[in-house]
């Protein structure tokens, strides 16, 4: 009986069987090259090969004079994006909300949630060609009103804002979508009854709405603390430049430029690994904190 | 709902659309200036009098970038990628799914199996080692290596295999008792009742990987290599010349840029078409492939 169990699973086996071979070389090899964070690793001796050097990477990297301006210019970007990229879409969404019309709804809805799917090369190359300090519609209007020019890309203090908020522009249809959703679901009988009792549409927003979305509001909040040391590297890398690195660089173009440009592979897998280990608490706290008060679980 | 005919309640549906129009028009003006200034002539674009409408009409840089063989080249190669990428993306989740949804008494491993899966969302190498994986993996400068190393997207596999779940288990107790194996009821019975969510899979996987531009820059010696998101990285992303042509004398590099301007445009909006064609279906079913990824197990 055992046995005809047994047998009767091995089709199942061999269906993950590709997946599972496809991700242990490319997920879990890596993770297990992560040993050259602790080598001194030239790519001809290998993983196993190279020598292993204790914990020098890290004193290393964390001599670097920069290196504390990355983590702060880090965390820096993330929070404000975190920050942004649950505020902006909660007052979308209860706006888009108080429409009475579907057809505006949708078609607001349609527009902002366009920029979502576009790459960050096609983003980065617009907002480059708009906020260029020559041609760019943002100067060029700036100039009809009488203000000077800004190069907003190469100035150090502009630049963290104009990541903030074209990382905004990107992703704020995402989030209205989903807090619209969560507001479908509110009991309508809820708004009925309040207006028995005499509440106005700010109170109703104030009691009901905004209490209806919270379980909504506070899953999305957890959900993005896993992100507390992602500051978009695929936005920053295309629109950063050497005059920004004081306000701009973060851990993950410093990686790429320690790894792959300076060939320091053992130093850029050292920052690495301290980034994936800090994630990695964040992520593994925020589901904790997810299914205890959202009661959701991704699995 | 409520129709209060106050005066305040006239004033807020006002300013509503006003705020909401202005969001809109944020979102919709940048993409119709790169339409207008890749349609309009450079002499006008260099002139600052282009906005969101062509001045002196013309296909010009369309032809030029359809004459550019780099671009063709870049675009084969991202459809080769495309087609590829998505069929192995598909056939891996589909493949790991369906055991996954399994109950523990029909595979007693899928609880192994599953967070064997999940820790890689959790935790990663990083990109020196993965770099070097797919180095020593002999991948650099071929198309494997935009695909491979993504070939199973564990966020969709989870998507589907929730989805599998929903499906009446009467349906499979009564094919098995016909005799029909799980390969079988895979085929004829999961997959013909699933094809919402394939399809919605299926539009994520192509987006990620016609959206996908870094994998190509970093994995791919030669130019020739990359498929089109990575070729307008190097075409598109220039900050550094911006700095230069600012801080040249000579006006000669702020001339040169202007004539490239309405080029680049041109191939920023060639790049969006398959985006914005499969837009009103990602928009159709990305809401409920949310919603499907949040049904809990």
Known sequence: MHKMKWMREIPLHLMILPAFIIVFIYSYVPMFGIIIAFQNFTPVNGFLGSKYVGLDNFKYIFQFPDIYQVLWNTVYIALMKIVGNLIVPVVIALLLNELTKQFHKRTFQTIVYLPNFLSWVIVSGLIIDILSPSEGIVNKVLQFVGIQEVFFLGNQNWFPFIMVITDIWKNFGFGTVIFL???????????????????????????????????????????????????????????YNPMVYATGDIIDTLVYRLGIVDAQYSPATAVGLFKSVISFIMIAVSYKLADKFANYRIF | MLHNNTIGRKLFVFSNYAVLILVSLSCLLPLLNVLAVSLSSSTAVSAGKVWFWPVEFTTKSYEYVASTSAYVKALVVSMNRVVLGVAINMLLTILAAYPLSKEKNVFRLRGHYAWYFIITILFNGGMIPTYMVIKQTYLIDTIWALILPTALPVFNMIVLLNFFRQIPKELEEAAHIDGADHWRILLRIYLPVSTPALATLVLFCFLNHWNSWFDGLLYMNKPQHYPLQSYLQTIVINVAAQIQAMSSNGSGGIMDFVNQRTNKSAQIVLAMIPVILIYPFLQKYFTKGLILGSVKG
């Open chain 1, 181 to 239: 959703a969560a507001l479908t679901g509110i009991d309508p009988t809820l708004y009925e009854s309040s207006i028995v009792d005499g509440a106005n549409r700010w109170k109703q927003t104030l009691h009901i709405t905004l209490p209806g979305i919270k379980p909504v509001i506070i899953l999305m909040t957890v959900l993005s603390l896993g992100n507390i040391l992602n500051a978009g590297f695929e936005q920053i890398f295309n629109l």
